[in-house]
T-cell receptor, first 114, second 115 residues
Framework: KAGVTQTPRYLIKTRGQQVTLSCSPI?????VSWYQQTPGQGLQFLFEYFSETQRNKGNFPGRFSGRQFSNSRSEMNVSTLELGDSALYLCASSFGGLSTDTQYFGPGTRLTVL | AQSVAQPEDQVNVAEGNPLTVKCTYS??????LFWYVQYPNRGLQFLLKYITGDNLVKGSYGFEAEFNKSQTSFHLKKPSALVSDSALYFC?????????????FGSGTRLSIRP
């Protein structure tokens, strides 16, 4: 099976712009979660989607949003970019999003905000 | 509240020697524990998990971890380290009542294997 894929791998934007990141989960996986990874804050949970519905949300401002399509592919959007949004954004998929499920991560999108 | 601690920012080991990366946790209810590894500019790769059963869990690349309920620990081990094991290792925990996304990651331990 193909793993989790994320596009693009690298992005450079300027403050105030918006950005959309894409994630394709492992085939058959219905749960997709997004995380932000920075050296200072570590891995922080953004949100989780399951069957096109947001099931959980972390403590991020409303500038961060996401959605999931019927084929389980997910996108996240960040509007009005700030310098502090520079990070590695990781997508993870799991079969049913259950507590016993393993999450499998994509390679990430490295976002740099100038 | 769930929490996980990786007390060592860095672990240095000579190639061929055994290695241990420490992890302790705190959850209400039964813990589900995971280890992931991250290579530079890559996502997290799943190594192993403990859900229930045998306290010694075997995973990918020769790694294993021992669940110790009384010490609330889940240390990662390997009998003989390879230079290629050098990477960033994350321990993670969720409790039995959480969804997959409600997972708490440790701060990470950088493992450096010298030839």
């Amino acid at each position: 099976k193909a793993g989790v894929t994320q596009t693009p791998r690298y992005l450079i934007k300027t403050r105030g712009q918006q950005v959309t990141l894409s994630c394709s989960p492992i085939s058959g996986h219905r749960s997709v979660s997004w995380y932000q990874q920075t050296p200072g804050q570590g891995l922080q949970f953004l949100f989780e989607y399951f069957s096109e519905t947001q099931r959980n949300k972390g403590n991020f401002p409303g500038r961060f949003s996401g959605r999931q399509f019927s084929n389980s592919r997910s996108e996240m959007n960040v509007s009005t970019l700030e310098l502090g949004d520079s990070a590695l954004y990781l997508c993870a998929s799991s079969f049913g999003g259950l507590s016993t499920d393993t999450q499998y991560f994509g390679p990430g999108t490295r976002l740099t905000v100038l | 509240a769930q929490s996980v601690a990786q007390p060592e920012d860095q672990v240095n080991v000579a190639e061929g020697n055994p290695l241990t990366v420490k992890c302790t946790y705190s959850v209400s209810g039964n813990p589900y524990l995971f280890w992931y590894v991250q290579y530079p500019n890559r996502g997290l790769q799943f190594l192993l998990k403990y859900i229930t059963g045998d306290n010694l869990v075997k995973g990918s690349y020769g790694f294993e971890a021992e669940f110790n309920k009384s010490q609330t620990s889940f240390h990662l081990k390997k009998p003989s380290a390879l230079v290629s094991d050098s990477a960033l290792y994350f321990c993670a925990v969720r409790d039995e009542y959480s969804s997959a996304s409600k997972i708490i990651f440790g701060s990470g331990t950088r493992l450096s294997i010298r030839p």
